[in-house]
């Protein structure tokens, strides 16, 4: 099958809720036609830069605003991160990804050593992925000529539900940073949440931007929504294994060349339930005993999982071979000292201000119990 970029949302939504299992064997011969279907890629996410965010996500317990009990930490050294990657490698992953929780890049120190975090990944023979929020066309140039392999920016959900979910940014500005990792030799890595409370049409309008885009992203992860008490999303009631197979296999019929990722929510499927999103066209996922800040599965138990289902991890730069990394001092592009202004569209979200407002109550009483 082709791939096609002129998807829309009633065919997405037809293809969605056709019957399990005709779903399912559309997926999985779309799968066997452009995968190898007994091969998952295996990825770790380090967390270099936790918490203190400005923005109003509102599924994620790293921003300031709603004071949720996770433990912030400052950019990490270099040799952590390598250190960390190294133990990732050993363990079978082939691809990093570093998020930090930023708005959006500032040139200046810590731009750098992020930069020289990912030439030492590379040096490992590792894909190395960023995920550090928006980014400008220099930013992604930087960051393509020290050796990354993916950048990460991820949709959230439809144009129309992302509303619902963030007011500190736009949908325009997600597109803008994909289009600027686009102009450089770095593959995208975009996809989004479900369970946040969006209908059908919204998951459906979510896969028409991601597969309307020219090329379609390298990778997708489809998330399924972890709820931390104190965040505004900390009530939704978490989607049904079935959502997330109906999910998964429409995102691999209209995205077949994507490596469809499990990310989050990965804790709450059992073995039987990822097994079927294989079967589905998933192949790709995150390892490691936390994603970010929320649980995931232990390391061990996924190759045992593996070793049960017959699959195996996928090497890396099996898809795209591996960059070159340069040098800083060889570098074309330079620190611009960029103060780019990207959109705040500041409508609101009561649900957002009401956790926000609860949050500084709580943290004045626990501060108060302090004293
Ligand atoms: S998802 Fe990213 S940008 Fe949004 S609040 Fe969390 S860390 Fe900040």
């Known amino acids: 099958m082709k791939t096609r970029h002129n998807w829309t949302k009633e065919e997405i939504l037809e293809i969605y809720n056709k019957p399990l299992m ?35 996500c509102g599924y994620c317990p790293q921003a300031a605003r709603y004071h949720t009990d996770i433990e912030g930490n400052d950019l990490m050294s270099v040799n952590q991160v390598k250190a960390q990657a190294l133990r990732a490698k050993e363990a079978g992953s ?42 400008t066309e220099n930013q992604a140039q930087r960051l393509a000529e020290a050796g990354l392999y993916a950048y ?31 102009k450089t030799n770095v593959t995208v890595c975009s996809g989004g949440i479900i369970g946040m409370g969006e209908r059908i049409e919204d998951r459906a309008g979510m896969l028409v931007a991601l597969s309307t885009l020219d090329p379609q992203p390298e990778s997708t992860p489809i998330n399924a929504l972890v ?25 691999r019929i209209v995205m077949p060349e994507t490596q469809v990722r499990l990310s989050a929510g990965r804790m709450q499927m059992s073995r039987e339930g990822q097994a079927m ?62 103060k780019p202004k990207w ?13 926000q407002k609860v949050a500084k109550i709580r943290f004045e009483n626990v501060k108060k119990s302090d004293l």
């Open 22 to 56: 005709e779903l399912l064997y559309e997926a999985a011969t779309v799968h066997r036609e452009n995968h190898d279907p007994n091969t998952v890629q295996v990825s770790t996410l380090i967390s270099i830069k936790t918490g203190g965010c400005s923005e109003d």
């Open 277 to 338: 999103c294989f079967f589905a066209g998933a192949n790709s996922i995150f390892a490691g005993d936390k994603l970010l800040t929320t649980p995931n599965p232990d390391v061990n138990e996924d190759m045992e999982m593996f070793q049960a289902l017959g699959l195996h991890p996928q090497k890396a730069f099996e898809k795209k071979s591996q960059s070159e990394s340069i040098s800083a001092e060889d570098s074309k592009y330079q620190n611009l000292g960029e």
């Open 152 to 182: 990460n920016h991820n949709l959230d959900s439809s144009e129309e539900y992302y509303k619902e979910v963030i007011s500190t940014r736009g949908f325009q500005d997600r597109l803008d940073t994909i289009g600027n990792v686009r």
């Open 227 to 251: 709820p931390v008490e104190g965040t505004p999303l900390e009530e939704q009631k978490p989607v049904s294994i079935w959502e997330m197979v109906r999910m998964v296999a429409t995102t």
């Open 94 to 135: 082939s691809r990093v990804c570093m998020g930090a929780a930023w708005r959006n890049v500032k040139d200046g120190e810590e731009f750098d050593s992020v930069l020289e975090m990912v030439r030492s990944i590379n040096k490992l023979e590792m894909e190395v992925c960023c995920t550090l929020g928006m980014i």
């Open 343 to 355: 959109s705040r569209p500041g409508h609101k979200i009561e649900r957002n201000i009401e956790a």
